[in-house]
């Protein structure tokens, strides 16, 4: 008998095991999904492997909002299971985690737009020098910092700007386009994956 | 300040009932439901086909044989599965044929040496090192192994429907799946390793 038990439970661990892919991605049936939870809650090595599969699953996810694949693009059963998905008793500390890494994300942004606001005080002048002599709009751009000079070269080049200034310490550019191209251009780079935060300077002088 | 946003317009509000009905104005030649499909799968099948057979230049020859193969065949299209999961059996199989010319060997069922004891995942560095070598340790997977993965993280689809997908028993995705786990593992540990 006990042998019985043992064999049948740890054909339980494998099944479970090979079935936490789908558990992750919230696809499986309902009864697959309660048998895999009853399973997870007391199986501390499928919990460790959720957690791994769950990061996994997150990069992807990241990739495919990088990709611009909108969730009508995707299975509609992952974007639901994504969003409102059971996720294992396991994971608490890993969104913990990610929790912390989203504020440090936000940090990073706040320091960013600072440096953008100290950019625009320090800059102030040569805007009001330029801006009415009609030679184009001047834009704050951030580049994400794996963007290479080719990558930014190109960029510079589609959008039909130049780059008069920066970067900063925190990695600012002061981008001088056509005033008629302005939107278009803005637009352009908001579009671009290399770019980060894109600010109208003439915006802050004059509301 | 103006912070990058997703692109709302990018969305395809085409449901799955839409897509069969453009799918059956493909099968009565109709060229520009044809048009609006392509547009539809175009990013969705360059992104599983990079993801299947890591060979960029190849993608495209194989999307548009893909799509050759959805124009001539659209009228065999029985309504029993949805129009993604037979659109991309199509791709899937393109994508073996074209690895085939290529050279490229199909299948690696067996961990190939790969059975090492798995790191464990509360550690910080690792969602670091999975994102920096994620690509690369892909690449270490077998195609089959790569599309078992792409279809699942990326795309969402069910065990069942992956394997619909990739014709086979359900079984043998899990066992592609189970295999391509402890691939990426061993991957990225020997490069954690290297470091």
């Known amino acids: ?207 | 300040m103006r912070k990058k946003q997703a692109d709302p317009a990018g969305e395809n509000g085409v449901s799955i009932d839409g897509e069969a009905v453009l799918l059956d104005r493909v099968a009565a030649e109709e060229k520009d439901a044809f048009e609006a499909l392509y547009r539809l799968y175009r990013p969705r099948l360059q992104r599983f086909l990079s993801g299947v057979i890591k060979q960029p230049a190849s993608v495209g020859e194989i999307l548009d044989d893909t799509m050759m193969v959805v124009w001539r065949k659209a009228y065999t299209f029985n309504h029993r599965s949805k129009v993604s999961t037979w659109i991309f059996a199509i791709a899937y199989r393109q994508s073996l044929k074209a690895l085939r010319r290529l050279g490229e060997p199909e299948v690696f069922e067996t961990s190939e040496g790969s059975d090492v004891s798995m790191p464990g995942p509360d550690d910080a560095l690792q969602h670091q090192e999975l994102r920096k070598h994620l690509d690369d340790a892909l690449g270490t997977l077998s195609p089959e192994q790569r599309a078992v993965i792409e279809l699942t993280y990326y795309f969402g689809y069910a065990c069942s429907e992956i394997a619909a997908i990739m014709a086979c028993p359900v079984d043998t995705v899990k066992t592609r799946m189970f295999y391509a786990r402890r691939k990426l593992k061993a991957s990225l540990a020997s490069r954690r390793e290297a470091i």
Not at chain 1, 51 to 71: C, G, N, T
Not at chain 1, 125 to 148: E, H, I, M, N, W
């Open chain 1, 1 to 207: 008998m006990n042998g019985r038990i043992i064999k049948f439970e740890g054909s339980v661990h494998a099944e479970a095991d090979r079935l936490l892919p789908w558990y992750i991605n919230g696809t499986l049936e309902e009864d697959e999904r309660v048998q895999l939870e009853q399973h997870l809650a007391e199986c501390a090595q499928c919990q460790r492997e959720a957690a791994w599969l769950r990061m996994l699953q997150e990069d992807f996810a990241e990739q495919a909002q990088q990709d611009d694949a909108s969730p009508q693009r995707r299975h509609p059963r992952h974007h639901a299971a994504t969003r409102s998905g059971a996720r294992p008793a396991g994971l608490t500390r890993k969104r913990r985690e990610r929790w912390l890494a989203w504020l440090a994300a936000m940090q990073a942004v706040a320091i960013l737009a600072l440096g953008v606001i100290m950019f625009r005080a320090q800059h102030a002048p040569y805007r009001t020098l330029s801006a009415p002599g009609g030679k184009g709009a001047l834009l704050v751009v951030a580049f994400d910092p794996r963007t290479t000079e080719a990558q930014m070269r190109e960029l510079m080049r589609s959008d039909d700007a130049r780059i008069v200034g920066g970067p900063t310490e925190s990695g600012v550019y002061i981008l001088r386009v056509a005033d008629e191209r302005e939107a278009a251009t803005r637009k352009a780079l908001l579009a671009s994956p290399q770019v980060r935060l894109v600010e109208e300077l003439g915006s802050g002088a004059n509301p």
